[in-house]
């Protein structure tokens, strides 16, 4: 009876798994598994899958087959046809939305397949791997040392329930073979390369609530992924408008400023954490930066532009700039980015114009393997 559930568990599994890619870009739009995400598994809404089953009738309800009829009559009940239609009150419940479970890290594995990611490849220690056994099941076979004494009882008491063989008087549970239950497990592997990701985003009074609520739905998904490639990955958050300083993540997401724009306040402050902190020979990083593309000045670009090719570049696996559409922006930066940099293979730059647009550019981001 184990073995059948397990099974049903799986098929269940795999249908879940199906439903989730086929509306990931719809997940990933409306950012509602943002919001439900715990330590480590995210709720996903999905519609309510139901396996295909015989159910019966009342008595003297009648049916295919029984009664009197001719060929084309209703198949409501006493040949009258069904009430009901649009619009009409009913008794019945309606369609209930389910909500199921998912690691993070099967989200990652969905979120490569489905965006054909390549895993990356660290740079420093990766080559040195440990291994993790991690128990994710049960099984009917294996060492006693693994043997699951509470599954094994239960399932010792539920035979000699029904064989009609336990004693309430004399209540002696004595396991036999076949309901012994085992702990079953997998080895992973675990690469012991650090990294760092260094968020950055422009808080100034052109960057609005829909546009960082952009960068909140894409930062989940780039660590989604990047902390499946990694074992204790670590963040840090830059906020800048004139000026930059660092701030916790729901200070991040929070802030709004109203004052003018200077990036290369934001990328001097990232050189100077990546210096003090995170060798580039022992840490691989990820710095990302997101704006509207304005900047205070053409001296201010310039000065960025010294920075990411003299400071941040060399020491980075990958620089990524996201530039998110508002209609307070002058869309500039971007391009000045792209005409100096055009043939820096780890500067990667995505043009996010709505929620629409964040699957493709996590694919721009991430799609390199660096």
């Known amino acids: 009876m184990s073995q059948k559930i397990d099974l049903d568990q799986r098929r269940f599994r795999k249908i879940i798994r199906g439903k989730i890619k086929d509306n990931l870009r719809k997940y990933i739009s409306n950012g509602e598994m943002v919001a439900r995400k715990g330590k480590d598994t995210v709720s996903i809404p999905l519609p309510s899958v139901d396996i295909p089953r015989f159910k019966h009738g009342g008595k003297q309800q009648g049916g295919v087959g029984q009664g009197d009829g001719e060929v084309g009559d209703s198949l409501g009940q006493d040949g009258e046809e069904q009430p009901g239609g649009p619009g009409e009150a009913g008794d019945k419940p309606g369609e209930h939305a389910l909500e199921v479970d998912v690691s993070l890290e099967e989200l990652a594995e969905i979120l490569g397949e489905e965006l054909s990611l390549p895993r990356i490849e660290p ?49 002696i549970v004595i396991p036999i073979k076949d309901d012994k239950r085992f702990r079953s497990w997998k080895t992973e592997p675990l690469p012991q390369s650090s ?115 003299n400071q941040i570049l060399p020491n980075s696996n990958q620089f990524s700039y996201g530039q998110v559409e508002s209609p307070y922006g002058s869309g500039q930066f971007i391009k000045d980015l792209q005409e100096h940099f055009a043939e820096a293979e780890n500067l990667v730059t995505s043009e996010i114009k709505g929620k629409d647009a964040i699957m493709d550019s996590i694919k721009d981001f991430l799609g390199q393997g660096k």
């Open 195 to 309: 990294a760092v990701i260094i968020y950055m985003m422009d808080v100034s009074g052109s960057m609005g609530d829909e546009q960082k609520e952009i960068v909140r739905i894409e930062s989940f998904w780039l660590d989604t992924w990047l902390r499946s490639q990694y074992k204790g990955i670590e963040s840090r958050y830059i906020i800048h408008d004139a000026m930059a300083r660092e701030v916790d993540r729901d200070t991040f997401f929070s802030t709004r400023e109203s004052g003018g724009t200077m990036i290369s306040s934001a990328y001097k402050l990232c050189s100077k954490i990546m210096e003090d902190e995170y060798p580039s020979d022992e840490y691989n990083i990820y710095p990302f930066h997101f704006s509207d593309g304005d900047n205070w000045s053409v001296d201010d670009t310039v000065t960025c532009v010294d920075i990411l090719n």
């Open 123 to 171: 740079k420093g220690s990766e080559k040195i791997t440990s291994h993790k056994d991690r128990y994710t099941g049960i099984r009917t076979t294996g060492p006693e040392s693994l043997k699951h004494f509470r599954r094994t009882y239960k399932e010792a008491l539920k035979r000699q329930v029904a064989t009609g063989t336990y004693s309430k008087k004399n209540p």
